[in-house]
């Protein structure tokens, strides 16, 4: 393995734990030169001589002997762990490129590093980009979901690289096109992990009314999660979850009844409602889904809890027929749930100063990643005939999908109150589309106690907008009125 004497790569991935090695052979099959470096340097061989055998990826065993093998612009890719190991390594690669070179960070970075990293490295003239990466090992060796975004004079670089590799939707159009500047790309890959948190504890949902209320088989429910794939709710993961009901352990017995009940999660979903509150945008369903994986993460106390606490219990007696509205109810939550990532999407672009293409966003969405889906094919049309859109519901097909599911998701919901089965998300997103659909919500009454208590004046429905106003309830105590601001 010799460093070759004209620099010859097209670019250099950095990284060769899972998502590193599969996306080098990717960029190998489709024609582009790459080499590999990792920082347990034995990992470079190991790749060589077996995953990346008998293809032209060439390694290096310093960060030197690789950057003197790029073409340039030199264009590095980092898929390192997130957080520190980025810093590392970009502090490790800046004294050995030149301006006009090109690092792009292709982990889950938080999307404010992502903007710090940019201008640091901006102002020592070199451009980069931080690209979310969706769609896991299979992904990224077949055809990842990416979503890159930085400096804009990175894009005509890396495009043909990522477009090549990135998964392509039916009409061969790649899911990958540029997202935006500064933090824009791991921003939508933030809000993409929201979303597929959400998805996720609604099929929970689901799969949990299925089982406890309507006392189904693994394979029964298998079959059900099949028959929705062929609709409506036509997803990866609605896939994954039939395959997943009908895998049985070495005993026959279905494998998924003896997995812990206790979730885990790497920080994405959490960003993402840290940043809905941040940004004052009701994300409440991916945020029920968050907390839905901390209380899971509780057994010991729900064990406890579940011996004292009163209330009905499941039985498994509930009506088959009941199937087709859980079906509705997990649709109709589904569409809340993307209409609430759209309206967070909308503030971030509005505070952070990017130019947002959301049709394109659900496009990059639509293959190769996690949440892919149809449903995300309707998202892009509803954005193509209205790029202003304000909200996803507001869209007539969203407006009468909703509609239409509206019957069985209420049913679901208060069925799964009056059976005592938890379903956060379903009844979040239905008490989000009622209070969104209100003329008057009680905000007044709150209004009155604010001002009761703090004086924090409201404004008056019979004067117009902007003024606010101070009363005196008690009699007693001044008329000074707090300072008024909206969160
Ligand atoms: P990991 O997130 O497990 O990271 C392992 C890699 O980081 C190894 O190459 C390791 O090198 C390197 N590394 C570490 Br740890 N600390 C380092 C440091 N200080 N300096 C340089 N390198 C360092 O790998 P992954 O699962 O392939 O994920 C890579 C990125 O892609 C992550 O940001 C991840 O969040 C993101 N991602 C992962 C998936 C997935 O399904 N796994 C999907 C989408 C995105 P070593 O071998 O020397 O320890």
Redesign the pocket.
Known sequence: MEAATEPSADIAV????????NLILNMNDHGFKVVAF???VT?VDDFLNNEAAGTNVVGAHSIEEMVAQLKTPRRVML????G???D??IE?LLPLLDPGDIIID????LFTDTERRLKFVEEKGLLYIGA??????E??RNG?SIMPGGSPAAWPHVKSIFQSIAAKVDDGTPCCDWVGEGGAGHYVKMIHNGIEYGDMQLIGEAYQLLKDHLGMSADDMSAVFAQWNKGELDSFLIQITSEILAYKDTDGQPLVDKILDTAGQ?GTGKWTVMSSAELGQPVTLISEAVYARCISAFKDQRLAASKVLQGPKPNGSGDHSLAGSIGQALYAAKIVSYAQGYMLLRAAANDYGWNLNYGGIALMWRGGCIIRSRFLGDIKKAFDTDPALLNLLLDPFFAKATADAQEGWRTVVATAAMTGIPVPAMSTALAFYDAYRTENLPANLLQAQRDYFGAHTYERIDQARGQFFHTNWTGQGGTTSSSSYTV
């Not at 898929?79 to 997130?82: G, I, Q």
């Not at 979310?132 to 090992?137: D, H, L, P, W, Y």
Request: aromatic share 0%; glycine share 22%; proline share 3%.
């Open positions: 950095i990284g060769l734990a899972v998502m590193g090695q990792n920082r347990t990992k898929m390192v762990k997130a520190e190991a980025v590392q390594t490790h292709g982990g889950n970075s979310g990466v969706s769609g896991g090992e992904g990224a990842p790497k």
